[in-house]
């Protein structure tokens, strides 16, 4: 199967996923168009509008003491709850941080001279500043300067698997696979894998997954990503080892959010999947 | 004095702004004006904004409350204005400057009683903040680093002292500082480019924080939520029907009661004692 017979037969992202990308910008764009929607119905129906406006504040109230209520008991009854506020806390520092100096210093430089490399260090810096969007158009022109040039289609992937387009990014993964397996120490396999696991095809992401860890031994992440895929294609016993090794005791090394977020959800699964003998003894 | 004026025509903007805050300091008074003085000179005040007067959302930030609020807040402006007006040009920084005004009357405006007038030009000056704060977010900074530069870094930690002391000190309306930050930071992310970066299409969230803002202002303007909005449309209100809507929303807005003033001689009373406290505040 060559590169493009590959990523047509990856389907898109799924409906669950695509309305819960869709749910936040769907609340965005309520709220902010909350104070037209008072004003419109005010200018017709005036009781109907303070009606509105007051019952708009008291659901919000409701809202808010129960949102705390819930986080609450969240907190306490779901262990990757605490994981899971700490890697969305990093995220979103992360977001804050980000430069967008680099990558408005590698558009001038490219208005003096264009090279595949200026547009990949675009593209590049573009990524760091977190905006996959303006990344793509830089690093496609760096493919079509010069399409050996790898760490751009590497990092095309990259970008387009950030904007969800799960085909494109697998077939510029798999290319990049192709042409040097170990590029990114892995990374390029890691993230071929996990574009074959969003698109649902669990088969081709445990084969990837375990070929990551065959060759690159892997972390916490790859790991869990790895046990998911053997527990979609019903290898009970190999998830419960790659659960066990992403759940492992953490030692006295603090682990990042991420590591963190990623032994939690294994602990967890750890509980649907136990060790054979386990469930033996337990019959 | 050459010198001065050279120095002055590079930063015209702010050396208007400056001259405004102290002439009208001395036409109503720089000690301790009355609040029937900044009334009639234009202080915002939801019931007279919501009632055709927007003009107020800008001047209110000219007008000051006494000689330690001016002096601080001219100090403010010659700090940080002269550095920012150099930096995006007069006119952006003009812009800049209103957008700051604006969005603070807003924000107070919807958040304060109606009947609490707002003067100072601190919204306006937590909008030259906001202003400082996106340019560095967007363009990097000083030798980049973004918002971690030494540049973000002293910024942030000035707008969150700024607030605390918000926060703390009592007759000072955070409201107007928080909006005033919250449009200065929209107006330049959005108005100020940078020659190197290619027009691109207006991300949503920023779309959606400019219908957010728009609306918020319509609805300043035409506070049909509130309980003046709706008894001084019941004094203007032509037919029974109109009066009867009126009078059920004000009973609704100012009590959560549709007939907590049963008829029209209960509404005129109403009227009259609103009339009365403003007049009693001019």
């Known amino acids: ?283 | 004095m050459n010198e001065l004026l050279r120095r002055l025509d590079a930063i015209p903007v702010t050396a208007l702004v400056a001259l405004a805050y102290v002439s009208l300091a001395f036409l109503t008074d720089p000690f301790e004006p009355a609040t029937e003085q900044l009334i009639a000179f234009g202080a915002a005040r939801g019931v007279e904004v919501g009632n055709g007067e927007g003009w107020r959302l800008i001047s209110y930030a000219f007008l000051h409350g006494g000689t330690l609020h001016l002096l601080f807040n001219t100090w403010a402006l010659v700090s940080i204005g002269p550095a920012l007006e150099r930096a995006i040009g007069s006119k952006s920084f003009a812009a800049i400057y209103l957008a700051g005004a604006v969005g603070g009357g807003v924000v107070a405006g919807l958040w304060n009683s109606p009947l609490v007038p707002l003067v100072g030009g601190s919204g306006a000056l937590f909008g030259m903040l906001g202003a400082m704060l996106a340019l560095t977010w967007k363009f990097g900074g000083h030798g980049g680093g973004g918002i971690r530069s030494q540049n973000g870094r002293q910024l942030l930690s000035m707008i969150a002292i700024n607030l605390l002391i918000g926060f703390v000190v009592p007759m000072v309306s955070n409201a107007a500082h928080i909006g005033g930050l919250l449009a200065g930071f929209v107006a330049a992310w959005l108005g100020v480019r940078d020659a190197r970066a290619e027009r691109r299409r207006l991300a949503p969230a920023m779309l959606a924080a400019l219908v957010f803002a728009a609306g918020l202002l319509l609805l300043t303007l035409h506070p049909v939520h509130r309980w003046d909005y709706h008894i001084l449309a019941w004094n203007r209100a032509k037919t029974a029907a109109e009066r009867e809507v009126h009078r059920r929303a004000f009973g609704l807005a100012i009590a959560d009661n549709e007939d907590i003033v049963r008829d029209d001689d209960g509404m005129q009373r109403e009227f009259d004692a609103l009339q009365k406290s403003l007049a009693f505040d001019r």
């Open chain 1, 1 to 283: 199967m060559d590169t493009n017979e590959e990523a047509r037969a990856l389907p898109g992202a799924r409906p669950l996923q695509r309305l819960l990308r869709a749910l936040p910008r769907a609340l965005l764009w309520a709220v902010a168009c909350w104070p037209v929607v008072i004003l419109g119905v005010g200018m017709s129906r005036p009781l109907e509008a303070v009606a509105l406006h007051q019952s708009t504040m008291q659901t919000l109230g409701v809202a808010l003491r129960w949102g705390a209520i819930v986080v609450l008991a969240l907190a306490v009854l779901v262990p990757p709850f605490p994981a899971g506020i700490r890697v969305l806390l990093a995220r979103l520092v992360a977001r804050l941080r980000a430069d967008r100096g680099p990558f408005l210093h590698a558009i001038g430089e490219l208005r003096h001279l264009e090279t595949a490399a200026r547009q990949l260090e675009a593209g590049r810096a573009a990524l760091g500043a977190m905006d996959a969007r303006a990344a793509i158009p830089h690093l496609v022109r760096a493919l079509a300067l010069d399409p050996e040039l790898i760490a751009a289609r590497y990092q095309l992937g990259l970008a387009l698997l950030d904007r969800g387009a799960l085909r494109e990014a697998a077939g510029a993964l798999h290319h990049v696979v192709d042409r040097d397996p170990t590029h990114a120490f892995g990374g390029a396999l890691l993230w071929l894998a996990r574009c074959h696991q969003l698109g649902g095809n669990p088969h081709e992401a445990m084969a990837l997954f375990g070929r990551h860890e065959r060759e690159h031994g892997g972390n916490r992440r790859s790991h869990y990503w790895l046990a998911q895929s053997r527990a979609a294609c019903a290898d009970r016993a190999g998830a419960h080892a790659a659960f066990a090794i992403a759940a492992a005791p953490r030692g006295k090394q603090r682990l990042s959010a991420e590591e963190g977020w990623y032994r939690a959800l294994a602990r967890v699964a750890l509980w649907r999947f136990p060790a054979a003998t386990t469930r033996g003894a337990a019959r």
